[in-house]
């Protein structure tokens, strides 16, 4: 049996970066995706986000990819939000994500950036912080 832990930190925003995320949206959509998480096996930490954009601290198993579980929870939750009309219109996810490997000693940190996310976005809008996860992890365009 493999023993894996592997920690990463997920970050997907809404297609043209549409504030579709309600707070009552996000209050039912957050909860489908954890029990989606769980039905699927994904080992979801937490979630949370913004008006534009979602936030995933998830557990790798070590027969899961990053891109595996993107997809399983990112891909469905579209899906399922678009199935049941929780928001009007459609809702679409932009093509990219973020995700970075979090350290065991970082784990606290991250969850409570992420839980605290409504009132971090009262100062900093989701393009300025995207763009700071970027140069701060050293990705480039090439990535």
């Not at 606290?108 to 009262?122: D, F, M, P, W």
Request: charged share 30%.
């Amino acid at each position: 049996m493999a023993c894996v832990k592997i920690w990463v930190h997920v970050v997907w925003g809404t297609k043209y970066r549409e504030e579709v995320l309600t707070k009552e949206v996000r209050k039912i959509l957050f909860q489908h995706i954890k029990e989606n998480a769980i039905e699927k096996e994904v080992l979801l930490d937490c979630v949370n986000g913004y008006t534009d954009h979602v936030h995933c601290l998830v557990r790798l198993k070590a027969d899961q990819s990053i891109a595996q579980v993107v997809q399983l929870l990112k891909g469905e939750a579209s899906f399922w939000a678009n199935k049941n009309e929780l928001v009007k219109g459609k809702l679409q996810w932009a093509d990219e994500y973020f995700a970075v490997s979090v350290s065991e000693s970082m784990i606290q940190t991250v969850r409570e950036y992420i839980y605290k996310q409504e009132e971090h976005h009262q100062k900093v809008k989701f393009e300025e912080e995207y763009e700071k996860f970027m140069q701060r992890y050293g990705f480039t365009a090439k990535d």
